[in-house]
């Protein structure tokens, strides 16, 4: 079994709608959660950054985590064009260092 | 822009081969991390390096090694290449050490081993 497990997708919806992303993991250890975002051909640029369970919202960008059923969430609202992206789940525990990745949900936002 | 500078883009070379593949980390950041990117295995950590000395360890074959100078620019070598090392190889650094959460990537190093 994979640490992070995360649906490749693809995803498309059309400008505005608002879009979910998941991840499920194995360890109950993990304490710190991210969500990267990746252009084609660049590398990952984190987007946001959670500690532990609960929401976090930054702009059209919130994210959830829920440490008693292992998962966790990105929500895009009035998702744009530009917001076409791949985006990457992570995690690590306590002691850091050690970043597990999800493996990507491709996302296209058509105008 | 991320700060963090890697060479070359691109690599394309022949099995059995050896490859060295250079990163920059941002001015100041003194740990860096190496990843394997494939299309069917997603972002693998392969190794870490703090301030010149090995933190962590990932999935790194024994056919690959890095190491991190006192400049602080790192190096990934990859030797007795094979088709399934073709791959997208980013680099990332961060200021902290333990490091909970944000790594800044590089732009990687696309590698074709034919």
């Known amino acids: 079994q994979k640490e992070v497990e995360q649906d490749p997708g693809p995803l498309s919806v059309p400008e505005g709608a608002i879009v979910s992303l998941n991840c499920t993991y194995s360890?109950?250890?993990?304490?710190?959660f991210m969500w990267y975002r990746q252009y084609s051909r660049k590398g990952p640029e984190l987007l946001m950054y959670?500690?532990?369970?609960g929401n976090k919202e930054d702009g059209r960008f919130t994210a959830q985590v829920d440490k008693s059923s292992k998962y966790i969430s990105l929500f895009i609202r009035d998702s744009q064009p530009s917001d076409s992206a791949t985006y990457l789940c992570?995690?690590?525990?306590?002691?850091?260092?050690?970043?597990?990745f999800g493996t990507g949900t491709s996302l296209t936002v058509i105008p | 822009d991320s700060g963090v500078t890697q060479t070359p883009k691109h690599l394309i070379t022949a099995t059995g081969q050896r490859v060295t593949l250079r990163c920059s980390p941002r001015?100041?950041?003194?740990?860096v991390y190496w990843y394997q990117q494939s299309l069917d295995q997603g972002l693998q950590f392969l190794i870490q390096?703090?301030?010149?000395?090995?933190?962590a360890k990932g999935n790194i074959l024994e056919r690959f090694s890095a190491q991190q100078f006192p400049d602080l620019h790192s190096e990934l070598n990859l030797s007795s290449l094979e088709l399934g090392d073709s791959a997208l190889y980013f680099c990332?650094?961060?200021?902290?050490?333990?490091?909970?959460?944000?790594?800044?990537f590089g732009e990687g190093s696309r590698l074709t081993v034919l």
């Open positions: 001015s100041g950041d003194l740990s």
């Open positions: 992570a995690m690590s525990a306590a002691t850091g260092n050690q970043f597990y």
């Open positions: 959670t500690y532990s369970s």
């Open positions: 360890n109950s250890a993990f304490q710190y």
């Open positions: 390096y703090y301030n010149g000395e090995e933190r």
């Open positions: 990332a650094s961060s200021a902290l050490d333990p490091n909970t959460g944000e790594l800044f």
